[in-house]
């Protein structure tokens, strides 16, 4: 017992440095108390404040946003995508039935026309149907500016009178469809290093010519004569000058002066079918211009 109670018997010293030590809790509590609501306040409030400018920038974008309208620009309804429909408020079976009606190789052409093809609402149309852009021979289409869209257009049937192509002109040949300046060019050059031509099929070997303008050129030409034809002698002739004729090469004049070496010469067309390199395709043409 006494034990314990030595446990509590305190010097004057340590009396006075509990005493001490109350003292400071004690300060340290009521600071807390008078001091502590102000620094939480304090750094609340810049928080709040912060918080308060970020909210306000939001709120700033978020009115931006609802007021903001897509700008929308003048356009060809003819190349709406997938996208653009989707953006302008179609539905994908309206998209999908102007899509068809242009796989078709057809345009529309008028306001009341996309309405018929796409069967999209009076109310859609009246909205979206002032940025529609045509081409301006749509919007012309009796006046002069649409001329030169007119003269691509199928003209009337016209009575055509075949003229000789061995006596053609520079302007006839750019007559027909498909062919310009250089073409025409072309072929009257062709014509001259041949004396002429012997075939219209003869246009189907020449390179750059369509078969849309092969065939207003068959249209329009035939071959009524054949003066002037410059034929060659095949048996005669050295290599270097057979390779000059249009139809050979180097390669094939060699393979000629070896054939009618080793066959006492070229007798006739089937001959020609066994040398070795002989475009076959055109060897009917080709016969026209030898001499056996």
């Keep these: ?173 750019i007559a027909v469809y498909g062919i310009g300046e250089k073409l025409a060019d072309k072929i009257l050059q062709e014509k001259e290093k041949l004396g002429g031509f012997v075939s219209m099929e003869q246009f189907q070997f020449m390179w750059g010519i369509s078969p849309e303008a092969i065939s207003d050129l068959e249209k329009r030409f035939t071959i009524k004569s054949q003066i002037g034809i410059k034929k060659i002698a095949i048996n005669d002739l050295s290599q270097k000058e057979l390779a000059k004729f249009p139809y050979f090469n180097y390669a094939l004049a060699k393979e000629i002066v070896i054939y009618r070496t080793m066959n006492s010469g070229i007798k006739n067309i089937d001959d020609l079918t066994k040398i070795k390199g002989m475009p076959n395709e055109k060897i009917k043409i080709i016969a026209l211009y030898l001499e056996f």
Aim: proline share 3%; no cysteine.
């Design 1 to 173: 017992m006494n034990k314990i109670k030595s446990y509590f018997l305190f010097s004057r010293e340590h009396r006075s440095g509990i005493f001490l030590l109350f003292a400071i809790i004690i300060l340290v509590q009521l600071s807390y108390i008078f001091f502590g609501d102000y620094f939480i306040t304090k750094n609340n409030t810049t928080e709040d404040k912060a918080w308060l400018l970020v909210q306000n920038e939001i709120d700033s974008l978020k009115s931006i946003q609802s007021t903001k309208k897509d700008t929308i620009y003048p356009f060809n309804p003819n190349y709406i995508t997938d996208f653009k429909g989707y953006k302008l408020g179609m539905t994908i079976q309206e998209i999908d039935r102007l899509h068809a009606f242009r796989k078709q190789g057809k345009f529309v052409n008028s306001v009341e026309e996309f309405q018929q093809v796409t069967k999209v609402s009076n109310a859609f149309l009246s909205k979206i149907s002032p940025y529609f852009k045509f081409p301006d021979w749509v919007k012309n289409k009796g006046t002069a500016t649409s001329e030169k869209f007119h003269k691509f257009l199928p003209k009337e049937k016209e009575k055509i009178i075949q003229k000789d192509i061995n006596v053609a002109t520079r302007e006839d040949l």
